[in-house]
């Protein structure tokens, strides 16, 4: 695992930017598993930048989101799937056919949970998976004490989770129930895991996820066992960090 720490948001949007960047350059039909929620924006905007200023290109790419609202239809402007369309998707030149939301409004959810795990395997697997992780150390919705080998499924989401995304939603009660998430085990089988926290609300997820026991009391702990894992956030989320980190993966490769 390599955990890098940046000055400021604009930095750690950056430095995860350029990692993917490279993958895309390196491989141009990259599989890219992304994510929503505020953090990964800074990276999916210097991502659209590099691809309308640097000619980044996305033609060829497949791209799978590890989650989704169990109950929003795509139009709706809290789902995922309205999020990646507009911070995203609109914005660089991807094939629409290669993208990968899972389906909040899927009539068997048990059968489209399985075909989005062969879907992922038929195109290879996911070559890099961009992470958020939430204050209570969740990642996508694999909340506290999901199995560390689920794969995708539905998941009741804690008073925790509803609490911090009642802000996107006129009332509390609207905020969704249930989720439909890739699980720890999915993210796992990802070649390459990119995890971005941002600010000191993530401090102790954070601490729990890089420095703590490996539990399922917090799911993101089990970047520790991946083999390429890349943490990359700023000071705050950094501060309650006991060791000493790199600020930038490159000198790693070039020292
Ligand atoms: P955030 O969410 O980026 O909006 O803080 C992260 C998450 O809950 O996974």
């Given at each position: 695992?390599?955990?890098?720490v940046?000055?400021n948001?604009?930095?750690?949007s950056?430095e995860?930017?350029?990692?993917?960047?490279?993958?895309?350059?390196?491989?141009p039909?990259?599989?890219?598993?992304?994510?929503?929620?505020?953090?990964?924006l800074g990276l999916?905007?210097e991502?659209?930048?590099?691809?309308?200023?640097?000619?980044?290109?996305?033609s060829?790419v497949t791209?799978?989101?590890l989650?989704?609202?169990?109950?929003?239809?795509?139009?709706?402007?809290q789902?995922?799937?309205y999020?990646?369309?507009?911070?995203?998707f609109?914005e660089?030149?991807?094939d629409?056919?290669?993208?990968?939301?899972?389906?909040?409004?899927?009539?068997?959810?048990?059968?489209?949970?399985s075909?989005?795990?062969e879907r992922i395997?038929?195109f290879?697997?996911?070559?890099?998976?961009?992470?958020?992780?939430?204050a209570n150390?969740h990642?996508a919705?694999?909340?506290?004490?999901?199995?560390l080998?689920s794969?995708?499924?539905?998941?009741?989401l804690?008073?925790?989770?509803?609490?911090?995304?009642?802000?996107f939603?006129?009332?509390?009660?609207?905020?969704?129930?249930?989720?439909?998430?890739?699980?720890?085990?999915?993210?796992?089988?990802?070649?390459?895991?990119?995890?971005?926290?941002?600010?000191?609300?993530?401090?102790?997820?954070?601490k729990?996820?890089?420095?703590?026991?490996l539990?399922?009391?917090?799911p993101?702990s089990i970047i520790q066992?991946?083999?390429?894992a890349?943490?990359?956030?700023?000071k705050p989320?950094?501060?309650?960090?006991?060791?000493?980190?790199?600020?930038t993966w490159?000198?790693?490769?070039?020292?």
């Amino acid at each position: 695992m390599l955990v890098i720490v940046k000055s400021n948001y604009d930095k750690l949007s950056e430095e995860a930017a350029k990692v993917v960047a490279d993958r895309l350059k390196k491989k141009p039909n990259l599989v890219l598993g992304l994510a929503t929620g505020s953090t990964p924006l800074g990276l999916y905007k210097e991502l659209i930048r590099l691809h309308k200023y640097e000619g980044l290109d996305f033609s060829k790419v497949t791209t799978f989101n590890l989650d989704e609202y169990v109950g929003l239809p795509p139009s709706h402007d809290q789902s995922y799937h309205y999020f990646m369309q507009k911070n995203f998707f609109d914005e660089i030149n991807i094939d629409p056919r290669y993208i990968h939301v899972p389906h909040g409004m899927a009539k068997d959810f048990k059968i489209f949970c399985s075909w989005y795990e062969e879907r992922i395997k038929s195109f290879g697997g996911i070559d890099i998976q961009v992470l958020g992780i939430g204050a209570n150390g969740h990642i996508a919705f694999n909340e506290p004490g999901s199995s560390l080998g689920s794969r995708t499924r539905i998941k009741t989401l804690t008073s925790t989770t509803r609490a911090d995304n009642k802000r996107f939603f006129e009332n509390e009660e609207d905020v969704p129930k249930y989720a439909i998430t890739m699980g720890v085990g999915t993210i796992m089988d990802a070649k390459e895991l990119l995890l971005v926290a941002s600010g000191d609300s993530k401090a102790e997820a954070i601490k729990s996820a890089v420095e703590g026991p490996l539990t399922a009391m917090c799911p993101a702990s089990i970047i520790q066992m991946h083999k390429e894992a890349f943490v990359i956030i700023d000071k705050p989320a950094a501060s309650k960090l006991k060791g000493t980190y790199v600020d930038t993966w490159e000198t790693i490769i070039f020292e």
